[in-house]
């Protein structure tokens, strides 16, 4: 991709393998919920290394150009669910058993991401969607149904997730997105946090690189999946205490010694989190350069009312007045300062994170958790006092990719 920043930095637009913020989430991204709460992830023992043997573990079905062209209608133009610079997103429908091209309105329905049939770049992203998403199960990952490659053709099916991206519900405005509730937004936000814990726990640590709100698709129920995995790296192994990368990524949402470095651990992740939740309390974009000077860039702007309980409301949405305590508001801003923390090791973990949004959503728990002073811890000390998390096996990369 040449400078890696530069299709996702350059702007502030959303990645170019999530949906275009101009353009109209019709339905939403993605085949309904996977109800069940089991997780899992595959125990192949052998690591994937080409391009073959990734489509081969995949367990994922390979569809004909042809039947996607009958499952979309010839990807018709009405079908656009949306758009991005990796293609285009339509919706589908195939049968929920064989899953054959079905007429529309008839089985289930489906998201069905289109490659645009140019650069290597967008192919090894595909690939490592593949990966990653061919393997790895858990009901806050989107699920990936299968993919095509047939000559120039590249396109990826994944479920189909009714309420659309959490990017569309907290920025769109409009009589289709309603200002989500408090609870809703903690609802979204735990269930975002326990993906990126359950990626971070694996026993081949995933790094997803790339959390940011339009990668965060939502349920029927509201409950948080996370999607577009064509930047997920492998953690460090061994002794190493980062994964050396290419900068890439969404301006706004990198951690600071990432983009200075180039240094990537899973405390990069925890502080994407951290903008997003910001994102969710404030009901802002993490860049806005239409908004007044010296608030282009929320972290910057909102770090300094985040750590003083009485000015919090300054940066709280609005449209959630009345929706919260404001011990728990303190927590959530505790929560966020901590996640934003500029050194890593200052930052909690995803599973100490997780908890935390437990206590916060759980409506009938204590509010005297609150820190009395309203100032962010410097740093956790130890991770939850519970039992360590289990860990999943899952494949390794492939060394194709930054």
């Known amino acids: 991709m040449g400078l890696c920043w530069s299709n996702r930095i350059k702007a502030?637009?959303?990645?170019?393998?999530?949906?275009?913020?101009?353009?109209?989430?019709?339905?939403?991204f993605g085949i309904g919920s996977v109800s069940s709460s089991k997780f899992s992830s595959s125990s192949i023992?052998?690591?994937p290394r080409s391009e073959d043997e990734i489509l081969e573990s995949s367990k994922l079905k390979s569809f004909s150009f042809s039947e996607l062209k009958t499952a979309t209608r010839n990807f018709r133009p009405?079908?656009?669910?949306?758009?991005?610079?990796f293609g285009s997103v339509f919706k589908g429908w195939i049968d929920e058993q064989t899953l054959t091209a079905t007429k529309p309105g008839t089985g289930i329905i489906i998201a069905v991401k289109r490659l645009n049939q140019e650069g290597f770049q967008g192919?090894?992203?595909?690939?490592?969607?593949?990966?990653?998403?061919g393997q790895l199960y858990h009901p806050n990952l989107v699920k990936l149904i299968g993919y095509c490659l047939e000559d120039d053709h590249r396109l990826l099916v994944y479920e189909y997730m009714p309420k659309g991206s959490m990017e569309n519900h907290l920025f769109r405005r409009g009589s289709h997105f309603q200002p989500l509730s408090?609870?809703?937004?903690?609802?979204v936000a735990l269930s975002a946090a326990r993906g990126l814990a359950f990626l971070h726990n694996a026993e081949s640590q995933v790094i997803y690189r790339d959390f940011k709100t339009s990668n965060i698709l939502l349920d029927s129920n509201y409950n948080a999946k996370l999607s577009d995995f064509g930047l997920a790296r492998d953690g460090p192994t061994g002794d190493k205490s980062h994964v050396s990368t290419r900068v890439m990524g969404t301006r706004g949402y990198a951690?600071?010694?990432?983009?200075a470095t180039g240094h990537l651990t899973a405390k990069s992740d925890?502080?994407?989190f951290g903008v997003v939740f910001l994102e969710m309390l404030s009901g802002l974009r993490a860049i806005d350069k239409n908004r007044p000077s010296g608030q282009h860039n929320l972290v910057e702007w909102a770090k300094p009312y985040l750590n003083n309980n009485r000015r919090i409301f300054h940066?709280?949405?609005?449209?959630?007045?009345?929706?919260?305590?404001?011990?728990?508001?303190q927590k959530a801003a505790n929560l966020a300062l901590e996640c934003l923390a500029v050194e890593p090791k200052c930052r909690p973990s995803m599973d100490e994170v997780v908890a935390t949004l437990e206590q916060l959503q759980d409506a009938g728990g204590k509010d005297n958790n609150a820190n009395g002073h309203g100032q962010a811890k410097s740093c956790r000390s130890s991770i939850n006092d519970g039992p360590r998390p289990t860990t999943y096996p899952r494949p390794s990369n492939s060394p194709l990719f930054a």
Do not use: C
Request: net charge negative; hydrophobic share 30%; aromatic share 10%.
């Open 78 to 85: 009405d079908s656009v669910l949306g758009e991005g610079g």
């Open 12 to 28: 502030e637009s959303p990645s170019h393998t999530g949906f275009n913020s101009k353009s109209v989430s019709k339905d939403g």
């Open 315 to 329: 940066v709280l949405d609005a449209r959630l007045q009345g929706q919260y305590s404001i011990s728990r508001a």
């Open 182 to 187: 408090w609870s809703v937004r903690m609802t």
């Open 270 to 272: 925890v502080y994407s």
């Open 255 to 259: 951690a600071p010694e990432y983009l």
């Open 45 to 47: 023992p052998i690591t």
């Open 123 to 133: 192919h090894k992203e595909w690939l490592t969607e593949i990966n990653y998403l």
